[in-house]
Nanobody
Framework: QVQLVESGGGLVQAGGSLRLSCAAS????????MGWFRQRPGKEREFVAA????????PYADSVKGRFTISRTNTKNTVLLQMNRLKPEDTAVYYC???????????????WGEGTQVAVSS
């Protein structure tokens, strides 16, 4: 059964940090590329970052490049999103996603978590 569960969201002041975690079932995780997306208030869901199974590819959205870092621990079926120097415009629901290829995970992943809320106060 495909299962992705996010955690780590919360309220933080601008300039602060949060680390999001996504726990995946082994079937979902093994060999899959993983991604993070977000949906800001009144906006469509957008790509944030992704990581290939081999960790050789880690594309980021321009808006988070240099501030966010995606990583994965394959032995624990976990993908992390370390978010530093947070800004009020990073306020969103953050979703974990999985797909078999790094290309498709950026554009149209099949598997989604239910999301975790991140709020950044000014």
């Amino acid at each position: 059964q495909v299962q992705l569960v996010e955690s780590g969201g919360g309220l933080v002041q601008a300039g602060g940090s949060l680390r999001l975690s996504c726990a995946a079932s082994e079937r979902t995780f093994s060999g899959y590329a993983m991604g993070w997306f977000r949906q800001r208030p009144g906006k469509e869901r957008e790509f944030v970052a992704a990581i290939s199974w081999s960790e050789g590819s880690t594309p980021y959205a321009d808006s988070v490049k240099g501030r966010f870092t995606i990583s994965r621990t394959n032995t624990k079926n976990t993908v992390l999103l370390q978010m530093n120097r947070l800004k009020p415009e990073d306020t969103a629901v953050y979703y974990c996603a999985a797909e078999q290829s790094i290309v498709v995970v950026r554009t149209g992943p099949r598997y989604w978590g239910e999301g975790t809320q991140v709020a950044v106060s000014s």
